[in-house]
C-alpha cells in the first residue's frame, strides 16, 4: 500500500518542540533558537498552556543593548507576544499554506484544548505541499 501524502497538521507538526516560559532569560532563549534553528518558539505557563510567542527579531535588539551595556538581559516576558496566531492539528494544510501566504509568522505553535501540542513551520507546509504534489504526479 503505498503511503500517502500528508494532510493534515498533525502528520507534519513536531511534536516536541522547544519552548520557553515568561521567566527564562533572553539570553537562554537566544542559545535554544540557535541550537535548535528555529526563527521563533512558543512561550508557555507550567501547564503548557500557550500565553505568547517571541522571536528572533523580538529578541536581537535587545540582546544586542543589553551586550552593549554590559546588563542583563531581559525575560522572555518583556518582550514576548501576546497575541499569537496558532492552528490546531486537525487545520488542512492546504488551507494553512493559503494563510501563510497573507501572514507573517515562520512558526506556528499548535494548539488543542489551549494546550502546545507542537509547532508547525513554513518549511514544514512547504515540503508537505511538495510531497502532495509529487504523489500526485506519481
Do not use: W
Not at 520557553?20 to 533572553?26: D, S
Not at 542583563?72 to 494563510?99: F, G, W, Y
Amino acid at each position: 500500500m503505498p503511503n500517502k501524502a500528508p494532510t493534515t497538521v498533525r502528520e507534519i507538526m513536531s511534536r516536541d518542540c522547544y519552548r520557553v516560559t515568561a521567566k527564562t532569560a533572553v539570553s537562554t532563549l537566544a542559545e535554544g533558537l540557535s541550537l535548535h534553528r528555529l526563527p521563533g518558539v512558543p512561550v508557555v505557563d507550567e501547564h503548557d498552556h500557550l500565553i505568547g510567542f517571541i522571536s528572533e527579531q523580538d529578541v536581537l535588539g535587545k540582546v544586542l543593548e543589553s551586550t552593549y551595556l554590559n546588563e542583563e538581559p531581559p525575560l522572555v516576558r518583556e518582550l514576548m507576544r501576546h497575541e499569537v496566531l496558532t492552528v490546531t492539528p486537525n487545520k488542512s494544510i492546504t488551507d494553512l499554506a493559503q494563510e501563510m501566504l497573507g501572514s507573517k509568522p515562520k512558526v506556528y505553535p499548535v494548539v488543542e484544548q489551549e494546550r502546545l501540542v507542537g509547532i508547525v513551520t513554513r518549511r514544514d507546509v512547504l515540503n508537505a505541499i511538495l510531497s502532495m504534489r509529487h504523489k500526485h504526479n506519481h
